[in-house]
T-cell receptor
Framework: SQQGEEDPQALSIQEGENATMNCSYK?????LQWYRQNSGRGLVHLIL?????REKHSGRLRVTLDTSKKSSSLLITASRAADTASYFC???????????FGPGTSLSVIP | NAGVTQTPKFRVLKTGQSMTLLCAQD?????MYWYRQDPGMGLRLIHY???????AKGEVPDGYNVSRLKKQNFLLGLESAAPSQTSVYFC??????????????FGPGTRLTVT
């Protein structure tokens, strides 16, 4: 079964609003990564957070990790129409393990 | 740098036909991966390689074979295509920093339809 599960499956917001996506996983991890996929394109890496980190920022992105709850959240602040995409969380159990992806959250940002 | 490239971009096969998907990366990455993406399923790992001449099975390896004869290339083969293999296939590569694998770099994908 998949390691990561995103919630919600789909999210629609107005431009300028914040978007929050959640990811839950089942086993202990070394790190958790978030990726973005625009329609018809490959995935692009957004941010990586290690198991000993609790929060990380990159531009308008904020990722949190709660290893006790086995969950992570991705916050996109002041969303733009260009943020419309699918967002995936991916986990690695060990530092050299394969990456396991969740089913993704489809985000629509309405201008 | 071209990054990760995939050939072909689209392909239609009849059931039972064979084909090879080519992935090439020019970033000198040790690790390479093949995924398939189906609606609502996210990406599922088919096979991966941790270095030239090595391959390993992922989550859904049945019906596929791979080879990594050169560090920059990772080939995915379908010996006898089935309609269940209709999907979008993505190749990715990665490398370690201080002993930990970091982000994966993805190719643009190959859309395969098996009729």
């Amino acid at each position: 079964s998949q390691q990561g599960e995103e919630d919600p499956q789909a999210l629609s917001i107005q431009e300028g609003e914040n978007a929050t996506m959640n990811c839950s996983y089942k086993t202990s991890i070394n790190n958790l990564q978030w990726y973005r996929q625009n329609s018809g394109r490959g995935l692009v890496h957004l941010i990586l957070i290690r198991s000993n980190e609790r929060e990380k920022h990159s531009g308008r992105l904020r990722v949190t990790l709660d290893t006790s709850k086995k969950s992570s959240s991705l916050l996109i602040t002041a969303s733009r129409a260009a943020d419309t995409a699918s967002y995936f969380c991916a986990t690695m159990k060990t530092s050299y393990d394969k990456v396991i992806f969740g089913p993704g959250t489809s985000l629509s940002v309405i201008p | 740098n071209a990054g990760v490239t995939q050939t072909p971009k689209f392909r239609v096969l009849k059931t039972g036909q064979s084909m090879t998907l080519l992935c090439a990366q020019d970033m000198n990455h040790e690790y390479m991966y093949w995924y398939r993406q189906d609606p609502g399923m996210g990406l599922r790992l088919i096979h991966y390689s941790v270095g030239e001449g090595t391959t390993a099975k992922g989550e859904v390896p049945d019906g596929y074979n791979v080879s990594r004869l050169k560090k920059q290339n990772f080939l995915l083969g379908l010996e006898s295509a089935a309609p269940s293999q209709t999907s979008v296939y993505f190749c990715a590569s990665s490398y370690p920093i201080a002993g930990v694998l970091v982000e994966q770099y993805f190719g643009p994908g190959t859309r395969l339809t098996v009729t």
